[in-house]
C-alpha cells in the first residue's frame, strides 16, 4: 500500500488561502486514485475532493466547489488541494487518500472507496 503524509495546515484568517500537499511513497501512486477528505470535531469524516491518477476527472463537495482546486503532480508522487476564501467551517483535519484502479477515470467519493490514508493535517480558519 502507498504510504501518505500531508502538510501546509495551519491558522488562516477567514477569506484567506491555503495549500494542502500530500506526498505518496511505498506503491503505486501514478495509478491511484486521489481523494481529500476533512473531519471536524464531533463530525463524520467527509469528501472534500477527489481526481483520477490520470488528472483527467476531478471531484468536489458542494460546500467547497469554486473554492478549492485539486491537482496532481505523478511525476513529484504528491497531490494537492489549493484552497481559497477559506471560511470557518472549512475548520477540521484534513487526510490524504488513495484508491488503487487501472481506470483512468475513477475517482470515489466514499471513504470506503479508499484503501490508504494519511494522518492528517489541521487546518484552522479564524473569524
Known amino acids: 500500500q502507498v504510504q501518505l503524509v500531508e502538510s501546509g495546515g495551519g491558522l488562516v484568517q477567514a477569506g484567506g488561502s491555503l495549500r494542502l500537499s500530500c506526498a505518496a511513497s511505498?506503491?503505486?501512486?501514478?495509478?491511484?486514485?486521489m481523494g481529500w477528505f476533512r473531519q471536524a470535531p464531533g463530525k463524520e469524516r467527509e469528501f472534500v475532493a477527489g481526481?483520477?491518477?490520470?488528472?483527467?476527472?476531478?471531484n468536489y463537495a458542494d460546500s467547497v466547489k469554486g473554492r478549492c482546486t485539486i491537482s496532481r503532480d505523478n511525476d513529484k508522487n504528491t497531490v494537492y488541494l489549493q484552497m481559497n476564501s477559506l471560511k470557518p467551517e472549512d475548520t477540521a483535519v484534513y487526510y490524504c487518500?488513495?484508491?488503487?484502479?487501472?481506470?483512468?477515470?475513477?475517482?470515489?467519493?466514499?471513504?470506503?472507496?479508499?484503501?490508504?490514508w494519511g494522518q492528517g493535517t489541521q487546518v484552522t480558519v479564524s473569524t
Open positions: 511505498g506503491g503505486t501512486f501514478s495509478s491511484s486514485a
Open positions: 487518500a488513495a484508491r488503487r484502479t487501472y481506470s483512468p477515470t475513477l475517482v470515489g467519493t466514499r471513504r470506503a472507496d479508499f484503501g490508504s
Open positions: 481526481i483520477s491518477w490520470s488528472s483527467s476527472r476531478t
